[in-house]
């Protein structure tokens, strides 16, 4: 990002201040002490400290410890993002009130790419903090998978071996699924042919399918990364169901709060980044997911066959691009090919900060 948003900031650090005050001040009826205005400005300091430098890493950390607390908190998913876009939204006004009409167009883009940023690494936090407590979770304590043990007449159970797809709908209107082993990957199959993950699901999430026309390349699919069992209920069992066991309603509810939530960051992602960011993020979700780490914990081997065309659909892309930004990557020492078609991430730190800032 420019010298010059950097400027801007300083300029406009005391006009960022009355705001955020104010702000404070309309939301919870009372005047914010001294301690707490310094410490809340230290975060506009960090944003311009990471801009001028050039170095995001800091800043994404917070960021990432924001979504942490915020799940923590007992704070919805939504809800955390939409007060990260509310609070980095006053960046902007604190801008263009501080420098008016001479604010250039330039500076509100990179604003919006600033933007985009600190929100995935709030819901990247935020995730993660969720993941962390659902490995805590004691087997059978999710309450949608103790109601559908109970109704066993309910539901129909999928064995899928890797790379096996739930077919979509054409004789229903809307079937249930719930992963109870495995990961699957929900994507999207676009008018134009091309695919894009929209999320990759572990044990507990669940996802709708509903019908499809007959001939249309558009729809939701599911695919197996590795052997799953998918349990699928009846839009009529399904409230039927859920009608007799709030808790597994609340669970439902829940789950697809956050596969909204992810819809939303992820077209925002599109709107605002390149097809090199959105690989970058893929590479380090997969090595969340089906990552091996290094005894020297600076290397991540994903374990499973990756071929570039199977990540070009994960992204939106195409192969030829993908295959181009590999040999990039693997030339400047972030990534190296193994054996199988698997990848290892030689350099974490590399990567992360490439996900902040592509310096293409």
């Known amino acids: 990002m420019s010298n010059q948003l950097a400027t801007l900031l300083r300029k406009s650090a005391p006009v960022y201040r009355d705001l955020w005050i104010a702000q404070s001040r309309d939301g919870f009826g009372t005047e914010p002490s001294e301690d707490v205005v310094s410490k809340h400005l230290s975060y506009w300091d960090a944003i311009a400290r990471a801009v001028e430098d050039n170095e995001f890493s800091e800043l994404m950390k917070n960021a990432r410890d924001a979504g942490h607390y915020q799940f923590a ?3 919805d998913l939504s809800e955390a993002v939409r007060r990260t876009v509310e609070a980095t939204n006053m960046i902007e006004i604190a801008l263009l009130e501080a420098n008016g009409e001479a604010t250039p167009i330039e500076i509100i883009t990179e604003i919006a790419e600033l933007r985009s940023m600190i929100v995935m690494a709030v819901v990247a936090g935020y995730n993660s903090a969720f993941a962390e407590t659902e490995k805590k979770k004691k087997p059978g304590t999710d309450p949608l998978r103790v109601a559908l043990m109970r109704n066993p007449g309910k539901y129909t159970a999928v064995t899928l071996k890797t790379r096996d797809e739930i077919a979509p709908l054409y004789d229903e209107e809307m079937r249930f699924f719930a992963v109870e082993s495995g990961k699957v990957r929900l994507y999207n199959l676009l008018p134009n042919g091309r695919a894009i993950t929209l999320s990759i699901l572990s044990e507990g999430d669940v996802f709708f399918q509903w019908r499809t026309q007959t001939g249309s390349l558009s729809c939701i699919c599911a ?4 052997p ?16 007799a066991q709030p808790a597994a309603a609340v669970d439902v509810i829940g789950n697809f709060a956050r596969r909204l939530t992810e819809s939303q960051v ?5 709107m605002n980044n390149s097809i090199n960011l959105r690989l970058y993020r893929t590479l380090l979700e997969l090595a969340r997911e089906f990552g091996r780490t290094s005894d020297d914990g600076k ?18 892309s195409n192969r030829v ?9 693997q030339k400047r020492g972030v990534i190296a090919a193994r054996g199988s078609g698997s990848i290892e991430i030689l350099d974490l730190e590399a990567l992360n900060r490439l996900t902040v800032h592509d310096d293409d």
């Open 73 to 75: 908190s007992g704070i």
């Open 223 to 226: 695919e197996a990364m590795q």
């Open 228 to 243: 799953s069992r998918v349990i699928g209920v009846s839009e009529k069992d399904l409230i039927a169901l859920l009608g």
């Open 266 to 270: 992820l077209i925002e992602d599109l």
């Open 299 to 316: 290397s991540v081997k994903i374990e499973m066959s990756l071929t570039h065309q199977r990540l070009a659909d994960m992204i939106g």
């Open 321 to 329: 691009t993908v295959t181009r930004k590999l040999l990039e990557l």
